[in-house]
């Protein structure tokens, strides 16, 4: 994917298009198929191969499972998604809606865990990059965990023109902060809709949890039955 390089986990920056015909990909890491993504029986296995291939208005389907961003041991990698597509996880592997999903029985884990067991200093910095988002964009039904920035640094950046819609997420036991929402400074209105989402022991500088930087220009941030349990702030 050819999308410039930042050592940041969710990267968005919107613009507005035409929506295209919508397609579904699947992704099922024990998929036994042909591979190419046209339904459950033939998913990727490979998420990135998904994010590759969908498009704006297309919708990714994630089965329950653990997804490394890379194979390599490569901290720099991480997933790398264009705005305006769907992302859902949390499906066992028959579902024909996102509404029969059990998405916390069934989880979708993306995980920074890439290195040695329980060794965070060579875990990923960050997990995944969405860039060019706006109101069409979708993550939803996804545990987040193990990303390892460092002490001191965001390990979580979306720049946004418009917004991320993010229900059902639960971001764990990261460091670096859990989610930084900052707002091109063309724009006005950019901003992140939460909903129904956990933020576990992750720790940062500013904002552990969630950071929204406005560049002094307005910024729009919707809150909405979400748990924010023992994270560690350090500059506030």
């Known amino acids: 994917m050819n999308v410039p ?27 036994t198929g042909v591979q190419n993504g046209m339904s459950w029986e033939d998913a990727f296995r490979d998420l990135q191969e998904a994010l590759d291939v969908a498009a704006r208005g297309d919708e990714v389907w994630i089965a329950e499972g653990t997804y490394f961003p890379t194979t390599d041991n490569d901290r720099g990698r991480a997933f790398e998604m264009w705005g305006g597509i769907r992302l859902y996880g949390g499906f066992e592997g028959w579902e024909t809606s996102p509404d029969q999903r059990d998405w916390q029985e069934h989880p979708t884990i993306l995980s920074g865990e890439i290195g040695l067991p329980d060794d ?60 930084y929402v900052q707002t091109a400074p063309a724009y006005l209105g950019g901003g992140l809709k939460v909903q129904n989402c956990h933020f576990l022991e992750n720790a940062g500088v500013n904002g552990a949890g969630i950071n929204l930087s406005t560049f002094e220009r307005s910024g729009n941030i919707d809150i909405i039955n979400t748990t924010f349990e023992s994270n560690t702030n350090t500059s506030f």
């Not at 507005?16 to 699947?26: D, G, I, N």
Request: proline share 2%; glycine share 6%; aromatic share 12%.
């Open 120 to 179: 965070k200093l060579d875990n990923s910095f960050n997990l995944l990059r969405v860039y060019e988002s706006d109101t069409a964009t979708l993550i939803d039904g996804l545990l987040f965990r193990d990303a390892y920035m460092g002490e001191g640094e965001s390990d979580c950046y979306v720049e946004a023109e418009g917004e991320c819609f993010c229900p059902r997420i639960n971001i764990d036991h990261s460091c670096g902060g859990a989610l």
């Open 5 to 31: 390089h930042k050592l940041l986990p969710f990267f968005l920056l919107s613009w507005t298009v035409t929506l295209t015909a919508q397609m579904r990909w699947y992704v099922d890491v024990s998929a």
